[in-house]
């Protein structure tokens, strides 16, 4: 069973900032909160990555609050090339089996639309 | 671009028949992982090596799947006597120790 909890789908329009909450009510002390985008009959690609707080880097925003019990991957002025499946996982960085970051729930299916 | 590469990316083969692919990971990750991903759904574990050693296997991972990874760089999932059932999208990913997963563009498996 997946680790996290997301919506199953949103909708936008091109332009809007996106926010996508994930909630892991579970999460360890050593797991780090990953997203990825995956597009059809592609591979997953990384967004972003942090432990609290916030992190930001040229595509994304992630915000932990301080118990760390859900995160919020943040998309400014989205574009219709945005429209991808968004997945938010947790895990232990320092291993690498089925104790780190490996469970893929069903994820959000992000629409931009015009 | 030096990321994850696999290959084929399509395989299309009849029930009964095996079939193999191969994963090159990104140069010096000493991690690589097999996931399996049908239509709607997630990724799902299958293996996971940390350089040469298969350190550990999905449940998901039956008797006809096997995989290597000889000399700690590429890797093969070979899948014998293939079904309908194993129709899916073959993900491989590789990382460094303590460090974030980066996948490949996968292969996707029809078995007719």
């Known amino acids: 069973l997946a680790k996290t909890t997301q919506p199953i789908s949103m909708d936008s329009y091109e332009g809007q900032e996106v926010n996508i909450t994930c909630s892991h009510n579970?999460?360890?002390?050593?797991?780090?909160i990953t997203w990825y985008q995956q597009f059809p009959s592609q591979g997953p690609r990384f967004i972003i990555q942090?432990?609290?707080t916030k992190v930001t880097n040229e595509v994304a925003s992630l915000f932990i609050p301080a118990d760390r019990k859900s995160s919020t991957l943040s998309l400014p002025r989205v574009s219709l090339s945005d429209t991808a499946v968004y997945y938010c996982?947790?895990?232990?960085?320092?291993?690498?089996?089925?104790?780190?970051?490996?469970?893929f729930g069903k994820g959000t299916k992000l629409s931009v639309k015009p | 671009d030096t990321g994850v590469s696999q290959n084929p990316r399509h395989k299309i083969t009849k029930r009964g028949q095996n079939v193999t692919f191969r994963c090159d990971p990104i140069s010096e990750h000493n991690r690589l992982y097999w996931y399996r991903q049908t239509l709607g759904q997630g990724p799902e574990f299958l293996t996971y090596?940390?350089?040469?050693?298969?350190?550990?296997k999905s449940r998901l991972l039956s008797d006809r799947f096997s995989a290597e990874r000889p000399k700690g760089s590429f890797s093969t999932l070979e899948i014998q006597r293939t079904e309908q059932g194993d129709s899916a999208m073959y993900l491989c990913?590789?990382?460094?120790?303590?460090?974030?997963?980066?996948f490949g563009p996968g292969t996707r498996l029809l078995v007719l």
């Open positions: 579970n999460i360890a002390t050593n797991d780090y």
């Open positions: 996982l947790v895990g232990d960085m320092n291993y690498g089996g089925s104790q780190g970051n490996l469970i």
């Open positions: 990913a590789s990382s460094s120790s303590q460090e974030t997963q980066y």
């Open positions: 090596f940390q350089n040469e050693a298969q350190l550990e």
């Open positions: 942090g432990y609290k």
